[in-house]
């Protein structure tokens, strides 16, 4: 093979990301010359139309280029990272358990997609959460597996007909561990059996893509998941039957950049099973040169196969040529009824007059980022700050934060959980949970509280 087949073979794996909304000239060339695609960030949306513009400007380099995009819904949005979601995310749909109505939902997220250029959205979330998982929480559909599979199945169904790639994302599991990969390596604790359920479904759904997690399983060595063999080849690809594109979450999140680093991931997620790497947020051109260089000279050393690598380049190749957005005429509307109809109100939470409200805030999931939208535009408060008196509380997984507890439970005043709901106040008259936060559940309850109280 050729120097330059090789290197081009291995730029078909890649997918970079840039800041801003318009792409430098590397990123131009990286398309042009075969590159496998880009990933999408909050930095790239100043706006819709300039997104659309970037989306446009790269696909005159090439049309079939994939370009992906984290739009789950609820808390996890790039195309409105500055205003919030329009759309509840899945643990409130999980929470109303109409499968109907998720695959209207994502339908709508794939048209928004559409009109926007992107062909590729790494989304569902397919994992079964458990109630100490530091970064997953309401972005699953909830903890039962049947449940889960149920609405992954339809949220594939309803985005794929926009014609935008779907990603179930992270697998084997990420939902029964309580470590963050973005910061650590995790470890998914019980049989892996039980996350299982939603990726079949997603499968039977026909889902184009499927997202790796670095998290280890015991019962599969103390490799992770996304460079380990024998769970992306003999179980997600034997096992389960997936024949469509692999991709490995990004490369330079701590599950793997802190144990072997990010050129050997690289190699060691393709020689896995994994057909496509994220180079991601935090990385540039440079990094995008050394992890294909890295790639190109573990295949000619013979420790990557070179026909691995070209089913890898294969199968990019064949979701970019699927992955044709086109709006359908969804409802787009449909965001804030489902909000409405996933809040769960205990108790009195009526006021007379507009409240004071105080939101308890954690540290940010790196996921989702820091909102900059609020409830009533309420009082952000750190943990360690000092807490005003106020009449709604608001809260996130406060099962999980001493502090939020301790702070929030108040006699007299409204609890509003935006996170998984199984803390309950003692003193407080009120509590509502939003399962999410994102815009529309926020507004949902805003109209909540200040709905004018019967006399």
């Known amino acids: 093979m050729s120097s330059g087949e090789l290197e081009r073979l291995a730029a078909a794996t890649l997918l970079p990301s840039f800041p801003g909304a318009e792409a430098p000239d590397w990123a131009r060339r990286f398309v042009a010359d075969g590159g496998g695609g880009v990933v999408l960030f909050a930095y790239n949306v100043p706006s819709r139309g300039e997104l659309a513009q970037l989306c446009a400007e790269l696909r005159a380099e090439r049309d079939d280029v994939l370009l992906g995009i984290d739009e789950e819904g609820g808390d996890v949005t790039r195309l409105e990272w500055q205003e919030g979601s329009s759309y509840p995310g899945n643990g409130a749909l999980g929470a109303i358990g109409d499968s109907a109505l998720t695959e209207q939902t994502a339908e709508a997220i794939g048209c928004d997609l559409a009109d926007a250029g992107v062909n590729w959205n790494f989304a569902p979330v397919a994992d079964v959460n458990v109630p100490a998982n530091p970064v997953i929480g309401e972005r699953a559909f909830g903890s039962d597996p049947s449940l889960v599979a149920e609405h992954v199945g339809a949220f594939v169904r309803g985005l794929q007909r926009t014609g935008v790639a779907a990603c179930a994302k992270h697998f084997p599991g990420h939902g029964a561990t309580d470590q963050d990969s973005h910061l650590e390596l995790p470890v998914v604790s019980g049989d892996v059996e039980q996350g299982l359920p939603p990726f079949r479904a997603a499968i039977a759904a026909g889902v184009q893509t499927i997202m790796s997690a670095h998290v280890t399983v015991p019962a599969y060595g103390t490799a992770p998941a996304t460079l380990n063999r024998e769970l992306m080849q003999g179980l997600l690809r034997e096992e389960l039957g997936f024949g469509g594109l692999a991709v490995a979450d990004a490369l330079e999140m701590k599950g793997v950049s802190a144990t072997v680093g990010e050129e050997e991931g690289g190699v060691l997620a393709l020689a896995a099973g994994c057909d496509a790497l994220i180079v991601g947020h935090d990385l540039g051109e440079h990094d995008v040169a050394r992890i294909q260089a890295a790639i190109v000279a573990a295949v000619r050393s013979g420790r990557l196969d070179e026909g691995r690598l070209r089913e890898a380049a294969g199968r990019v190749a064949r ?43 954690p540290r940010a999931n790196i996921a989702a980022g820091e909102h900059l939208h609020s409830l009533l535009e309420a009082t952000v408060v750190r943990e360690r700050d000092d807490v005003p008196d106020a009449d709604v509380y608001v809260v996130r997984d406060a099962h999980r934060h001493p502090w939020m507890q301790a702070a929030a439970d108040r006699p007299g005043a409204v609890v509003v959980e935006l996170g998984v ?25 805003a109209e909540l509280l200040l709905a004018p109280v019967p006399r």
């Open 421 to 445: 709901p199984l803390w309950r106040p003692a003193a407080a008259r009120g509590y509502l949970a939003t399962h999410g936060g994102s815009r529309v559940s926020l507004d949902a309850v």
């Open 319 to 361: 979701a970019g040529a699927w992955a044709a957005p086109r709006a359908t005429g969804a409802d787009r509307t449909v965001g804030a009824g489902a909000a409405r109809r996933a809040l769960q109100v205990e108790g009195d939470v009526a006021f007379d007059a507009p409240p004071r409200v105080a939101e308890l805030r």
